[in-house]
């Protein structure tokens, strides 16, 4: 089935390929199969990365949807098989298989979430409570397991989520590892323990507000 969809709709792309700008008319969506794709926008003459998305995610769908302009540019940053789905193509898809429906459906509900993560976190101006409040969040849809709470996360997904500078995040994901709080591992982040890590966040809170007073 697979290699049938990629018969039809599947194009290859070189790392550095611009799939889209910010602004353009879109036409197509696509579906990553193998690779990697940076979203990112231009703000204060500034590039801020949205997301890097990877196999079996999909992205440019919002512009099928609404028929609006790009909200954001998309470029290859590893080579990438992707499938190339055109309005006509999209909207027989989603009468003809409530399954792909579905999965549209929840992807988009899980990156409102994420979006509302994002906002909540531009609230929060202390560097390390931002990274507390979102490895809480991310908590939420963890992997309980005997030594703690285990979640898909790394530097480069929490400076996304954060709004932070990747080495920002590095030095606090170091320090909360440094006083055991977090382990990072090969695919993740192990929190040992949640009321630990939420205890930390209440003190760094009760430690702003003494020191502004």
């Known amino acids: 089935m697979e290699e049938e969809l990629f018969k039809r709709f599947g194009k290859v792309f070189p790392k550095g390929t611009i799939l889209f700008h910010e602004g353009d008319t879109g036409g197509d969506m696509y579906i990553i199969n ?18 890097v998305l990877g196999q ?22 590893e080579d990438a098989k992707m499938l190339v789905i055109n309005n006509s193509t999209f909207d027989t898809m989603i009468r003809g298989n409530a399954e792909i429906a579905l999965r549209i459906i929840r992807i988009l509900s899980k990156r409102l979430e994420d979006a509302d993560v994002q906002i909540a976190n531009l609230m929060i101006k202390d560097s390390n409570q931002r990274v507390l409040v979102t490895l809480l969040k991310l908590a939420d849809n963890g992997t309980k397991i005997d030594t703690g709470t285990f979640l898909k996360a790394d530097a480069d997904s929490l400076a996304i989520t954060t709004g932070l500078e990747k080495e920002k995040v590095k030095e606090i994901v170091e320090r909360l590892t440094k006083n055991r709080l977090i382990e990072p591992t090969n695919n993740g982040i192990l929190i040992r323990n949640m009321d630990n890590l939420k205890k930390y966040l209440d003190y760094l809170v009760m430690k702003e507000q003494f020191e502004g007073m």
């Open 34 to 51: 193998t690779g990697r794709v940076k979203i990112f926008k231009e703000i204060g003459g500034m590039e801020k990365v949205l997301a």
């Open 56 to 77: 079996s995610d999909f992205f440019g769908e919002m512009s099928l949807l609404n028929k609006k302009p790009r909200s954001a540019s998309a470029e290859v940053v």
